[in-house]
């Protein structure tokens, strides 16, 4: 996408290099990212000496389907492309890149004197907006046989009826419908991982936390390395104050993948409960080493209220 500002003559074509998919959203108008992290690629018509600073920010969804204010997500220091995404939740995204010169020149509309303390207009377009789903897909072997696959086809369909009912639901925080909806798809097919990581985020929501925590370990039994149904597992089992066991699912979780700062805030959080200091504050530091402007500043405070 080519961007030409008010302000200056650059122009940033702005794209997305992730597990993208030619799937659209629910409502039949967006590109779906199936994938909680993801290398957003930029080119900015003038060279990274002339630029001050290239900054990502990001706007999600609310229930009522209006764009929340625009957020600073972080800086790309380097100031080449990528910039590295890891999403909060799922849902709908849009996201802006911002260059700013060394004059101070930005190449969009900024109030405020720049850095943490520059605000954007809600009417500033974004540059792309996207449906993030980090729902794994599930893989089927067909059978050769023509009539079992096809019984094995109309179930996976009739259980998918309910499946998208339930996304529709979730994605505007109706969260007793979804679940409702979901448990329909999971009684049709309970070896359905997608349906089941999203029933277990429902009954998160509704703070059902032993619900949501039997439906994610039933997920690692289908896949033992679902990033997705660690992360829940993790989450649940805070909420339950079963510390140690959160630890050990948030370990597992980053030995796959130790860019996660979300994971890395949390275990140290679940350090912190354990009475591990120096677990929690090295756990916290990475999470803000790694993690968004928002992420390092809850580190920050994390460090500082429990260890000054």
Same mark, same amino acid.
């Given at each position: 996408?080519?961007?030409? $500002?008010?302000?200056?003559?650059?122009?940033?074509?702005?794209?997305?290099?992730?597990?993208?998919?030619?799937?659209?959203?629910?409502?039949?108008?967006?590109?779906?990212? #199936?994938?909680? $992290?993801? &290398?957003? &690629?930029?080119?900015?018509?003038?060279?990274?000496?002339?630029?001050? #600073?290239?900054?990502?920010?990001?706007?999600?969804?609310? #229930?009522?389907?209006?764009?929340?204010?625009?957020?600073?997500?972080?800086?790309?220091?380097?100031?080449?492309?990528?910039? *590295?995404?890891?999403?909060?939740?799922?849902?709908?995204?849009?996201?802006?890149?911002?260059?700013?010169?060394?004059?101070? @020149?930005?190449?969009?509309?900024?109030?405020?004197?720049?850095?943490?303390?520059?605000?954007?207009?809600?009417?500033?377009?974004?540059?792309? $907006?996207?449906?993030?789903?980090?729902?794994?897909?599930?893989?089927?072997?067909?059978?050769?046989?023509?009539?079992?696959?096809n019984i094995q086809n109309e179930i996976r369909?009739?259980?998918?009826?309910?499946?998208?009912?339930?996304?529709?639901? *979730?994605? *505007?925080?109706?969260?007793?419908?979804?679940?409702?909806?979901?448990?329909?798809?999971?009684?049709?097919?309970?070896?359905?991982?997608?349906?089941?990581?999203?029933?277990?985020?429902?009954?998160?929501?509704? &703070?059902?936390?032993?619900?949501?925590?039997?439906?994610?370990?039933?997920?690692?039994?289908?896949?033992?390395?679902?990033?997705?149904?660690?992360?829940?597992?993790?989450?649940? #089992?805070?909420?339950?104050? @079963?510390?140690?066991?959160?630890?050990?699912?948030?370990?597992?979780?980053?030995?796959?993948?130790?860019?996660?700062?979300?994971?890395?805030?949390?275990?140290?959080?679940?350090? @912190?409960?354990?009475? !591990?200091?120096?677990?929690?504050?090295?756990?916290?530091? @990475?999470?803000?080493?790694?993690?968004?402007?928002?992420?390092? !500043?809850?580190?920050?405070?994390?460090?500082?209220?429990?260890?000054?």
């Amino acid at each position: 996408m080519n961007i030409k $500002t008010r302000q200056t003559d650059w122009i940033i074509l702005f794209f997305i290099l992730t597990a993208a998919t030619p799937h659209i959203a629910a409502d039949n108008t967006l590109p779906v990212v #199936r994938s909680r $992290t993801m &290398n957003i &690629n930029y080119q900015i018509n003038i060279g990274p000496v002339h630029l001050s #600073r290239v900054e990502l920010w990001y706007s999600h969804e609310t #229930r009522e389907k209006t764009a929340e204010p625009w957020q600073l997500y972080n800086y790309d220091l380097d100031k080449i492309s990528p910039i *590295r995404f890891v999403a909060p939740g799922e849902g709908v995204f849009r996201f802006l890149i911002v260059a700013v010169d060394q004059r101070g @020149q930005t190449s969009c509309r900024t109030d405020g004197g720049g850095m943490d303390v520059a605000n954007i207009s809600a009417e500033v377009k974004a540059q792309q $907006t996207v449906f993030i789903d980090y729902t794994p897909p599930q893989l089927f072997l067909k059978s050769p046989r023509g009539e079992v696959a096809n019984i094995q086809n109309e179930i996976r369909g009739k259980a998918e009826s309910y499946y998208i009912r339930g996304s529709l639901y *979730r994605q *505007r925080r109706e969260w007793s419908k979804a679940a409702q909806a979901y448990s329909k798809a999971l009684a049709i097919d309970e070896q359905y991982i997608e349906a089941r990581l999203r029933l277990g985020d429902v009954f998160y929501n509704m &703070n059902q936390f032993d619900h949501a925590r039997q439906q994610f370990e039933l997920c690692l039994r289908l896949r033992d390395d679902s990033q997705a149904a660690l992360f829940g597992l993790a989450q649940s #089992r805070m909420a339950l104050k @079963q510390f140690e066991q959160a630890k050990a699912s948030l370990e597992k979780l980053l030995k796959a993948d130790n860019q996660d700062a979300q994971a890395w805030l949390m275990h140290g959080d679940a350090a @912190q409960q354990l009475g !591990r200091k120096d677990i929690a504050i090295g756990s916290w530091q @990475q999470a803000g080493r790694i993690g968004s402007p928002m992420i390092s !500043r809850t580190a920050q405070e994390r460090i500082d209220n429990f260890y000054p």
